[in-house]
């Protein structure tokens, strides 16, 4: 079993459970990205979402990446971290007054815009402060994701965005309102997709789309079509970046933008997964009438996304080199759904070995709870513990 190179001797130093970023990695995972995106002038905005640790962000920063938000936390995050507010965008069904306002007074690249009475609210706040709010309508583009029902957000039955059926519409209403201006469309079909096929359907529905505007002689300065790139759980040591020049040649491809239009892209996960692990001590080794439990000092309060969408992550054992044995992974909640994986096969484990549970750089310490009366997680980077 090949494992990735970790600090072993300075984590023992270090309470547990916590998180592990791997800046490096990080910093090659962007330089990646940077140099598949610069091919097509892409512009790449982070998905704030995924994590918003301030060492990570900072690399992000430095990279020059603008930010995606979904709430007044995160643009406020954003601008903290340095990111310019030409560089971001603000999503979400539900924007508060106040995270409109927060939004506004920061001069924001772009509002997504995802329903006519949230239009309305926008252009009623900026017209209030003598600004003009651009706007980009997020179009439900009815495409599927073939991902997790969870995180499919694309399908008409989803909450997210506006109706196809509804465009003219709304083109009606943004060309009344005088404090938006409507700048760009904006769409996102899901997350954790591996399938490529399913970003060439929506390119597909993007160029269908475009020529509604067309032909209301509308002109977009910019389409911006989500994140949802998967990365690969199974083998993160194998596939440690993700393939960014498959990703975007779909796009070149299959997209077709106007000469003057700019392509747009909200990458969370696929920044950020794999430079990140949550470490973990074993508390005991519970033997079992039918199976063994491998007892973690960490549980779902520190990486929910096995206990609520069945994700898996590949653990590894990093203090042990005996033979493979299989174990139930489990935390100290008090809840069956605190299992991190079952019959899996790993080096023979004994109480105090130190676990690492891959690939949770995304959507890991931002979704962790205090539940039990937990405390957060920390976390160290490969920066701190050099
Ligand atoms: N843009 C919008 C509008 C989004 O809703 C999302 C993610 C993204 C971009 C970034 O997607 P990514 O590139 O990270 O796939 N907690 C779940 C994932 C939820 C994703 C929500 N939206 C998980 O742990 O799998």
Known sequence: MIKANYPLSKFQDIQTPFYYYDLDLLRSTIAEVKTQSAKSDFVVHYAMKANVNTSVLEVIKNAGLGADCVSGGEVQAAVDAGIAPSKIVFAGVGKADWEINLALDNDIFCFNVESIPELEVIDELAGKKGKTAQVALRINPNVSAHTHHYITTGLSE??????????????????????????????????????????????????????????????????????????????????????????????????????????????????VAQCGSLISKVLYVKVGTSKSFVILDAGFTELIRPALYQAYHRIENLSSALPDEEYDVVGP??????????????????????????????????????????????????????
């Open 158 to 271: 989803n909450k997210f965005g506006i109706n196809m059926s509804e465009i003219n519409k709304v083109i009606d209403l943004s060309l009344t309102l005088t404090s938006v201006k409507l700048i760009g469309i904006h769409f996102h079909i899901g997350s954790q997709i591996t399938d490529m096929t399913s970003f060439q359907g929506l390119c597909v529905r993007v160029n269908e789309i475009q020529e509604t505007f067309d032909a209301r002689g509308i002109v977009l300065d910019h389409i911006n079509v989500g994140g949802g790139l998967g990365i690969n759980y199974e083998h993160p040591n194998h596939f440690s970046i993700p393939d960014f020049e498959s990703y975007f040649k779909v796009f070149r491809e299959h997209l077709i933008l106007k000469p003057h239009q700019k392509l747009h892209f909200e990458i969370g996960r696929a920044i």
């Open 333 to 386: 909640i008090c809840e069956s759904s605190d299992t991190f994986v079952k019959n899996y096969m790993m080096n023979g484990t004994h109480r105090g070995d130190i676990i690492a549970l891959r690939s949770a750089g995304a959507y890991g310490e931002i979704m962790a709870s205090q539940y039990n009366l937990r405390k957060l997680p920390k976390a160290y980077t490969s920066d701190e513990l050099k």
